[in-house]
């Protein structure tokens, strides 16, 4: 009999096609119908934490990505900030390639400084911002007392921003002034000050060179967060100049005035280091916790669920309502308190630490304690735990620290391994290891 | 038909290279040790299995080797369709083996010397087992599940000697070898609570068996065989310590052939092993198996039928289940007799232990015989 090569061809196509098939998955009658052993769940509550500590003076606040403004519940604080010098020329059009010739200034008119507030209680009513002109001596050593004086005889403008958020377009005609939403979640606003020529004064003799003072008061709840040079941009200061165009006077910016230093003072005091745990606060206080956990259930069980446990010694200050957010970052090495935490993976250069986000739940997780209770403060670490399983060489270390640090004023205090009754504590559920091969 | 030849390799090496030695082949297999090969090429187990022990690309016996007359390699895939009901869940499945592969031809005078691989015993499954577990004082639903996917195979290295045309003894040594990828997940239902476990380990088999078989021919057109097989045990071994060992059954039986006319052949066979001496986690039971099976027609295109029946070695119940097989097939013959293409299918029916297993088994052969 012959066979042809078609024939073949497609019986063995037909073939392969049979062959592509495979579903073995039944439904199990157990235990008649089902393999040997069960898997277990162990559901359990560890103290293996120890040898936790707290550590101060991680973020100055001159470093910090806020510049806090408080006024109420005890708390004064005010954002204080040193401006560089400007030139006294500029290009009248800077866009053109063939303008190549500056012009000095023939006056200066204004000024207009633009603030962005990242977080403030929108139940705060007539907040208001006063704008104080300081000393250009402040620097990272200057105190609340010390700017006593400029801050009770130098205000140069007052601006509410309650009432130029309602005007049309939030915009003060007749001031300048101007107020818009960056963020309607949050409450972000872009705060724009406007400065006639006296209040500006400037100065030739020292090119601008100028230092100012932020205080804020409110009908309640004074408490706001300027951003800093560090976090999303600093204060933005221009000068507005006129300035000669052929015999014509034409109005351009004069420069915009780098910022220098900036800060902010307070009556807060430094974080006191006891035998608890501090997180927060300005300087920042970070604690570090270190974990002891078995090893049978670190190396052969699989956590599936894992939480922290930490019980606030008090209840965190601040305003009603609000939380105090802090971060826990798996450290890359055990140095105490200089433990590096884990890089961010996408810049394994920077000296940055992962940021908290979706995804990165295996180095940092966030937690949060509400302002005003003491509740239990549970947080998921399961990834993270499953991460010393995974790297049983990296240090089973938590750092906590506030996010932004140097974002709170006041930290939160939370109980350590040396309180018995309320030590952290690892709220554990896994898997033991399923014992196979028995036919 | 000669340039067909390569093209012919190319599909068949498509087929074995797609899918996976392994495959599940009853829900019987998964108590116990697993579920028994059938050492039969396509042409024997297109008879039922009842011309096993007289085909010498067939591994059941050694003896038959001296059926062979040059070299001569053979490769069976099998692909199963099953569906399971066990009285509350009905299932289909589907799945695909590579079992055998078996090379042998004669060496001097009456001697032919045989090997090959072919699977021992089956051990892929995958099993769902859905339930519910208080944590954290709340209700949490799951689905376990449970997998095992790879086979003990057989290697055999056996020799047959015809001390006259009437008388062959066979004998062979055999290694029990493979592995299998054991997983365990489990599931749960809110993940975003509770992360999922995963476990997979490999285990690994060993074990040897020797046999012994006779073949004679006391009529002219009436053959009749004998075989004894001794294996010693199933030592597995998962991450390189012991899990278990199970001692092994000694099988024996015995198969006689009428060739009625050069274009009728009838057969029939026996098998026993007792495979209660296992130890397996369930119910391990003795078994007794038997075949009937004819070829008939040209052996250029045979048509070949067969009914097998008997029981299985492991199953939950008082009694053994059983099993019934019903089979038809036939070959081609190519390539000046060089190549032989065989194709065969089976009904098979098991039950036991309040479940039954309906299934058609799909069976491609390729003889090649250079």
């Keep these: 009999m012959r066979i042809g090569r078609p024939t073949l061809l497609a019986l063995g196509l037909v073939a392969a096609m049979m062959a592509c098939t495979e579903d073995a998955t039944a439904p199990g009658k157990c235990p008649t119908f089902c393999p040997g052993g069960q898997l277990r769940v162990v559901d359990t509550i560890l103290n293996v934490i120890s040898r936790d500590s707290s550590y101060v003076g991680y973020v100055q606040p001159d470093s910090a990505q806020e510049m806090l403004a408080a006024n109420a519940f005890g708390f004064d604080s005010r954002p204080i900030f040193l401006l560089g010098p400007v030139g006294t020329r500029v290009l009248l059009k800077p866009d053109s390639t063939g303008d190549t010739t500056t012009v000095p200034y023939l006056s200066v008119d204004s000024a207009t400084l633009v603030l962005q507030i990242d977080r403030r209680d929108t139940l705060a009513s007539n907040l208001t911002i006063s704008l104080y002109r300081l000393p250009k001596s402040i620097g990272p050593s200057t105190t609340l007392a010390d700017l006593a004086g400029p801050f009770t005889d130098s205000l140069l403008r007052t601006v509410n921003v309650d009432s130029v958020l309602h005007l049309a377009g939030g915009i003060d005609s007749t001031t300048g002034d101007s107020v818009a939403v960056l963020d309607s979640a949050t409450g972000a606003l872009k705060v724009k000050v406007s400065l006639d020529s006296l209040q500006a004064n400037f100065l030739a003799s020292d090119s601008g060179r100028r230092a100012y003072g932020i205080r804020i008061s409110a009908d309640s709840l004074a408490i706001v967060s300027f951003a800093s040079v560090r976090g999303s941009g600093g204060p933005t200061f221009r000068w507005w100049g006129t300035f000669d165009s052929l015999g014509t006077k034409v109005g351009r910016v004069l420069g915009i005035s780098v910022n220098l230093f900036n800060s902010f003072v307070s009556n807060v005091g430094t974080p006191t280091v006891d035998s608890n745990l501090v997180v927060g606060g300005v300087p920042s206080a970070r604690s570090l916790l270190r974990f002891s956990i078995p090893r049978g259930i670190r190396d052969s069980a699989q956590v599936i669920r894992a939480t922290l446990y930490l019980v606030p010694e008090t209840a965190p200050a601040g305003l009603p309502g609000d939380s105090i957010i802090f971060a826990l970052t798996r450290v890359s090495t055990d140095l105490g308190a200089k433990s590096p935490c884990v890089p961010d993976p996408f810049d394994p250069l920077s000296t940055s630490c992962v940021p908290p986000g979706p995804g990165d739940s295996a180095f940092v997780v966030e937690a949060s304690a509400h302002v005003g209770r003491a509740d239990t403060i549970a947080t998921d670490i399961t990834r993270i735990v499953r991460g010393w399983a995974a790297d049983t060489a990296a240090p089973q270390a938590l750092m906590l620290r506030g996010t932004p640090e140097g974002g709170n004023l006041v930290p939160l205090r939370l109980f350590s391994s040396r309180t018995p009754a309320f030590r952290p504590s690892l709220h554990i559920t896994y898997v033991p290891r399923f014992s196979f091969g028995s036919p | ?370």
């Design chain 2, 1 to 370: 038909m000669r340039r067909a030849l390569p093209a012919l390799l190319g599909c068949a090496l498509a087929v074995m290279g797609s899918r996976r030695l392994v495959a599940q082949d009853s829900q019987f297999g998964v108590r116990g040790l697993g579920a028994p090969g059938t050492f039969a090429s396509v042409r024997a187990w297109s008879t039922g299995g009842a011309f096993a022990a007289f085909d010498g690309m067939s591994s059941l016996t050694d003896a038959a080797l001296s059926s062979v007359t040059r070299l001569t390699a053979a490769a069976t895939s099998v692909d199963d369709y099953r569906r399971v009901n066990d009285g509350t869940n009905q299932s289909s499945l589907r799945s695909s083996r590579f079992p055998m592969l078996q090379v042998a031809g004669p060496v001097f005078g009456n001697l032919v010397v045989g090997g090959g691989f072919s699977t021992y015993l089956y051990r892929s499954y995958r099993i769902e087992v859905p339930g519910t577990i208080v944590i954290r004082g709340l209700p949490e639903n799951y689905v376990d599940t449970f997998g095992s996917d790879g086979a003990v195979t057989d290697l055999r290295l056996a020799a047959a000697w015809s001390f006259s045309p009437r008388l062959v003894v066979g004998g062979g040594f055999h290694i029990l070898t493979g592995s299998s990828k054991l997983t365990a997940n489990r599931v749960f239902s809110d993940s975003s609570a509770y992360l999922n476990a995963a476990q997979t380990e490999e285990e690994s088999y060993d074990g040897l068996g020797v046999s012994l078989s006779v073949l004679a021919t006391p009529a002219p057109n009436l053959r009749v065989s004998g075989f004894l097989r001794s294996d010693n045990r199933l030592r597995a071994e998962v991450s390189g310590f012991q899990s278990a060992k199970n001692d092994l059954p000694t099988t024996f039986g015995a198969g006689i052939q009428w060739t009625v006319t050069p274009e009728v052949k009838v057969a029939g066979a026996l098998t026993h092993a007792n495979w209660s001496v296992s130890s397996a986690s369930g119910t391990a039971f003795n078994t007794t198996n038997w075949s009937v099976g004819g070829e008939f027609g040209r052996s250029s295109l045979p048509v070949r039928i067969g009914v097998r029946g008997g029981q299985m070695p492991f199953g939950p119940g008082p009694t053994a289940p059983t099993q019934l097989g019903v089979s038809a097939g036939t070959g081609f013959i190519f390539s000046q007799g060089r190549g032989i293409l065989d194709f065969g299918i089976e009904h098979l029916r098991r039950t036991g232990g309040g479940l039954t297993e309906n299934g058609w088994i799909l069976m491609a052969g390729l003889t090649v015989r250079p």
